[in-house]
């Protein structure tokens, strides 16, 4: 184990769990992140020192006032984008409904929305929604012999001019990232408001949604070492002309309208130490974007060493069918698996009695899993890496899985 990693996993107090004296191995982070002790220190510290809600005149309701700033503050810097671009959420899933209910209100019937059969149903169900309305939705297929999108279909729909273009960064179930400046160039070109679900991207690479050009972006904390909060980047333009649902008391300017009722303050003040937290890996010098670009392009480089051995040594299991691409094509250290002779649940089962926690299922990539036959199967086995695995570990986990 190398002393980053080693450094690293002091970090992690629940790395200490044991299953039959066993260390427990978490592969399970594309469904969740484990939480450094610095999150858990700062939703503490909140509670002690600032629980109230906002706007009032008392020491606790200022400070969670300024906690707030900050907090907007630092994901901003996550993302590359202003503070007050930033809204926070439950969850990414409730953000999305709240954001196309509002976008919705600018279609009329007849208008198209543009979506993916390759994303986590959290960005297509809000959009499907809107058919009520008598919009017509579209939906760009999936390559299935490699699991990623069908791009040349994607841009094809594009000819229809959607109104509205809803696309996943990467896909949480097998990983596959699409090239996703280029079908963003496209919809703009087209007149289209771009939306991108980041939430499986987000904890392994770098992200500038300026660069991107992109509209609106979502992610969820707990999937970068955070607790569970729902982020919405919104590009100013458009984001103040979003005609959302809201309560008369609550503030017309962005990001509150946006954000109904009172929020996870606790979860906020945790997402911005864990942000924080990512920083000082790569221990550099300069701006908080610096230091988080650094960071996150270090844990890209361990991820990415781990997924290589991994994706090599199932390829040559014979019972093993692997689903997306190779770690030669852009991806994520996200592996999606079947067994030929057990299902997915039990070789999960069996491999969670060794302390070796993968998911299995569909993952809310529902269509995705129709589309691959596998819905009915079961859907896949999902191996995911975080910074705090280890390559002992991922042998560990091979030799159970050959084992099997």
Not at 39 to 58: D, L, R, S
Not at 135 to 164: K, N, S, W, Y
Not at 295 to 313: D, G, P, Q, T
Not at 359 to 388: H, K, N, S, V
Request: proline content about 5%.
């Amino acid at each position: 184990m190398s002393d980053w990693v080693a450094a690293i996993r002091r970090h992690f107090p629940s790395l200490g769990l044991q299953i039959k004296g066993e260390a427990a191995a978490f592969f399970d982070g594309p469904g969740g992140t484990q939480v450094p002790s610095a999150v858990i220190e700062a939703m503490a510290t909140y509670f002690q020192e600032a629980n109230a809600n906002t706007h009032g005149a008392f020491l606790t309701s200022r400070r969670t006032d300024e906690m707030l700033q900050e907090a907007r503050s630092t994901v901003a810097a996550f993302l590359g984008a202003a503070p007050h671009e930033i809204a926070f959420g439950a969850n990414m899933t409730t953000l999305n409904y709240a954001l196309s209910r509002a976008l919705g209100r600018l279609l009329s019937p007849g208008d198209t929305v543009l979506i993916t059969d390759m994303d986590h149903e959290a960005n297509r169900g809000p959009w499907l929604a809107l058919a009520e309305k008598g919009i017509r939705i579209l939906r760009a297929p999936i390559d299935r012999q490699r699991a990623i999108l069908h791009e040349e279909a994607f841009l094809r729909l594009l000819e229809e001019r959607p109104r509205i273009v809803a696309v996943g960064w990467a896909s949480n179930a097998v990983g596959s990232i699409p090239d996703l400046p280029r079908l963003l160039q496209r919809a703009r070109d087209v007149g289209a408001i771009t939306v991108v679900d980041a939430v499986h991207y987000a904890p392994h690479y770098p992200m500038d949604v300026k660069a991107m050009a992109v509209d609106f972006l979502l992610c969820s904390a707990y999937k970068f070492f955070g607790p569970h909060v729902g982020i919405l980047y919104g590009r100013e333009e458009v984001f103040r002309e979003l005609p959302t649902y809201k309560l008369l008391p609550q503030e017309d300017a962005i990001p509150y309208r946006i954000e109904t009722g009172t929020l996870n303050h606790e979860g906020i003040w945790g997402t911005q130490a864990a942000i924080r937290w990512i920083a000082s890996l790569a221990q550099k010098e300069g701006s908080l974007r610096a230091q988080l670009e650094a960071s996150m392009e270090a844990i890209a480089r361990h991820e990415e060493e781990l997924f290589a051995v991994l994706w090599k040594a199932l390829a040559q299991m014979a019972d093993i069918t692997l689903y997306g691409p190779g770690p030669e094509a852009p991806r994520t250290p996200t592996l999606g698996f079947t067994h030929a002779r057990h299902s997915p649940r039990e070789v999960a089962s069996r491999l969670a009695e060794k302390g070796l926690f993968i998911w299995d299922g569909d993952f809310y990539a529902t269509t995705l899993m129709a589309e691959l036959g596998l819905q009915e199967r079961g859907g896949l086995c999902r191996i995911g890496l975080a910074p705090y695995n280890t390559m002992e570990e991922v042998e560990r986990l091979l030799q159970a899985i050959e084992d099997l």
